[in-house]
């Protein structure tokens, strides 16, 4: 199955909870997360205007793992409405040997010669979102997301060097969930994405959490995330998958 059928059924099988006593939301809640990321591909050209060359930065750099790590703060301002703060810093360098010539951000690099690749993508997001279900057994979430993207390609062969750095704003729309499936476990969904005209972005996780006691929790699971853009500044989509451990802490 794959990681958005999973997402829709796990969203379906929240949707249809049976409705229990209200259960309420704590106040503020500590999630901090990492483990390995893997990327599936990680294609770029810069400028995206048929001047440069589209070749495969994850060919180049290497599929991973590579550490991957972030933090959330979430301020239940009362039972129906959150606020949510995300920083989740990503980067990766590593020399390859291109089997081509590339032409890159308006500089020139050979084929057979080490290029040292450095792939960023930090993101930092401010959420709101209701809480539209909450039982004993269900909880769901709906919201939106205003999300902040510092993004950085570069390339460096000897003496040459050549970078792309994009910072910009995207919103997304933003979808979770918990299930019970235990007196100390629980099923959680966390998405936030939006497609639509030059580009896409996926950030998607489910989480399997267990309860040592009523204000932590500790979470396994997978994560994905996907997307890029299509425009004539830059061409560039990557595909990440993430095996993630987390806590979670409330008060």
């Known amino acids: 199955m794959t990681a958005i059928a999973c997402c829709r059924s796990l969203a379906a099988a929240l949707m249809l909870a049976p409705a229990a006593i209200a259960a309420q939301a704590p106040r503020f809640l500590l999630e901090l997360e990492g483990g390995p990321a893997w ?42 409405h959150g606020l949510r703060v995300l920083v989740a810093p990503f980067s990766l360098t590593k020399t390859g040997v291109p089997d081509q010539a590339i032409r890159f ?12 690749a450095t792939y960023t993508f930090n993101s930092y997001r401010l959420g709101y979102r209701y809480r539209f279900r909450g039982t004993e057994r269900a909880t769901a979430w709906v919201g939106f997301t205003a999300k902040l ?10 003496a040459t060097a050549s970078q792309k750095d994009d910072v910009g704003f995207v919103p997304l729309l933003h979808l979770a969930g918990e299930r019970r499936v235990g007196e100390r476990w629980r099923l959680g969904l966390d998405a ?17 959490g267990y309860d040592p ?3 932590w929790t500790v979470n396994v699971g997978y994560r994905t995330l996907e997307g890029g853009a299509d425009v004539d500044e830059v061409y560039s989509f990557a595909w990440l998958h993430y095996a993630v451990a987390s806590v979670v802490v409330r008060w």
């Open 39 to 80: 990327q599936s591909y990680n294609d770029v050209e810069i400028p995206n205007d048929g001047s440069a060359t589209r070749f495969s930065l994850s060919r180049l750099a290497g599929n991973g793992p590579f550490p991957a790590g972030r933090a959330y703060v979430t301020w239940n301002v009362n039972d129906r």
């Open 213 to 215: 006691s009523r204000r």
């Open 149 to 158: 993207r510092d993004a950085q390609v570069k390339l460096v062969q000897g």
């Open 192 to 208: 936030d994405g939006l497609a639509g005209g030059p580009g896409r972005a996926v950030d998607a996780a489910v989480k399997l």
């Open 105 to 116: 951000a308006g500089a020139s690099y050979l084929a057979g010669q080490p290029v040292e």
